[in-house]
């Protein structure tokens, strides 16, 4: 239970069971059958039920049972305040490659904020170190079968463990994988490559002890470790060479031919990064084994080619038969150092088909976590502002949405969309991550 008594009701929705019930926002939910609910699922698992009782609490204190016939599966409609209905749990571990550690003081509260939860592994697909995972946790998952669960393995050499993740349990924690796949949960893994550190030969057999998870650990991605410029005091890590990146290719590769062979997966697989900094061409799409990654940076650019070609194939089928007229305009776009190629690559095809379109691609370096930050997810606002000032912008700006902070248009420094637009003086346009959505973007498409 929370702190408080039960679970705040927010809203109540319309022509639902609770409306019917004169169940009101501002009213708690205290127990259902007698069970306190301690979090989400407990709620979700006991809803379930076509007949349920229920305790709440009115705002007055006053309190009613009320018994509920409906059927299974059936919503209550009922919106808490907290959508987890309990508190997030924050990381204990300081692990080497933290990223929120590099992270400059002065930025808003949240940014700071290390989860840890296994509940937000189910629900929003976050990967946990299950150095926070209790054996109740674990009890709960098992329960109610909370599947995919997203582990950050980084080694699968315990002492390694402890030490990447500075936790002396965080070794013993590695035996928690194994109750998880005795009971048949599905999971996702992920190692955070440092050079020096677990890399090569500890690599190599982190990947043969995973294996002895299959099926049911799906999937596990191999990224690099993230370098922001903000290291004063950490544990010393260097970047990955060009040479690296052929080396770890060239090791996951070797591990994919076998696997494949064997379980009809290729079940280890390499963040795009590895692909652009070895200078190596991306994988096919049937490489991916679904895209089970893509969070992680693992076939997302394949995917965004892909779709792009796909959008390509019916834009010029569109322009043959006429049903595409386009005016002469002007635009631009700008990304990070990590898909630049790409993009550009993909304005020049648009500009091929129509040439009254004039597309200004520009990459945006890095200036506040430092050069090494590639991704456009940790692009900031100033950094935009700042190097696209007084360049040829046109008519729009396009932006990725992966930009801005998820559902609002704040960029990771507190900039807004409008202070971005009156500092350019260019109208915005956020871009969704498909290539059909970009190819709609450049047309004007809503």
Known sequence: MNKQKGHLIREVLPGSIAEELEIEPGDRLLTINDSPIED?????????????????EK????????????????????????????????????????????MPKGMRDTLYFKDDDSRL???????????????????????????????????????????????????????????????????????????????????????????????????????????SKFREGLYPLEPFTKEDAIEV??????????????????????????????GQELPGEENYDGYQQLENGVGMVRLLLNEFQDALTILRDDIAKGRVHIEKKDISMATGKLAFRFIKHMAEEIMRELPELSIHVYEIRNDFFGEMITISGLL?????????????????????????????????????????????????DIVKSSGYD?????????
């Not at 005795?182 to 992920?190: D, L, S």
């Open 40 to 56: 989400i699922f407990d709620y979700q698992f006991y809803v379930e039920d076509t007949y349920i009782e229920i305790l709440i």
């Open 59 to 102: 705002a007055d204190g006053e309190q009613w049972v009320l018994e509920v016939d409906k059927n299974e599966d059936e919503d209550l409609g009922i919106v808490f305040d907290n959508g987890l209905m309990d508190d997030y749990r924050s990381c204990h571990n300081k692990c080497i490659f933290c990223f929120i550690d590099q």
């Open 121 to 227: 592994s189910f629900l929003q697909g976050n990967y946990v170190t299950l150095t926070n995972m209790s054996d109740h946790d674990l009890d709960r998952i098992i329960k109610y079968h909370l599947s995919p669960i997203n582990i950050s393995f980084q080694t699968m050499n315990p002492d390694l463990r402890c030490k990447m993740l500075n936790n002396r349990f965080a070794g013993e924690a590695l035996k928690k994988v194994d109750r998880l796949y005795e009971a048949g949960i599905t999971m996702n893994g992920q190692i955070v490559l440092c050079k020096g550190v677990n890399d090569k030969e500890e690599l190599k057999f982190s990947i043969r002890e995973l294996m002895k998870y299959l099926p049911n650990l799906e999937s596990v991605s191999v990224v690099p470790v993230g370098l």
């Open 249 to 278: 290719l060239s090791v996951i590769h070797g591990f994919q031919t076998e696997i494949y062979e064997k379980y009809g997966t290729h079940f280890i697989h390499a963040s795009d990064e590895w692909y652009i900094l070895a």
């Open 380 to 428: 900031t606002g100033q950094d935009i502002i700042a190097q696209l000032k007084g360049r040829h912008l046109g008519e729009r700006l396009l932006l990725p949405q992966n930009v801005l902070r998820s559902g609002e248009d704040v960029f990771l420094d507190d900039i807004t969309v409008s202070e971005l637009e009156n500092a350019l003086q260019v109208k915005l």
């Open 438 to 446: 970009f190819v709609n973007a450049v047309l004007g498409k809503a």
